[in-house]
């Protein structure tokens, strides 16, 4: 693949982020926003009490997206 092929595809997939849990194996929702993404992953870290984190439409992980339960009031 060229260079050139590699930018056009950059430019047709525009990003999408999604909550992913590896202790269930599964992503959520794809969201256009990071934030919201972020959003989704604390809510299941919440509501399951699983470390989650941020996933892109690689499926790569975000760096610094990880949310473990019962981070929301720690802040370090
Ligand atoms: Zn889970």
């Known amino acids: 693949m060229t260079t050139q092929e ?7 997939w525009a990003p999408t ?3 992913h849990c ?5 992503s959520g929702r794809a969201f256009s926003s990071y934030g919201n993404a972020e959003d989704a992953a604390r809510g299941h870290a919440g509501k399951h009490n ?6 892109d439409q690689y499926g790569i ?3 610094g997206s990880t949310q473990r339960p ?3 009031l720690a802040s370090h």
Do not use: L, S
């Open 61 to 63: 992980r975000v760096v």
């Open 6 to 12: 590699q930018e056009a595809g950059e430019r047709r």
């Open 22 to 26: 590896p202790r269930c194996r599964q």
């Open 50 to 55: 699983h470390t989650t984190h941020v996933v």
């Open 17 to 19: 982020y999604r909550a």
């Open 70 to 72: 019962g981070d929301d």
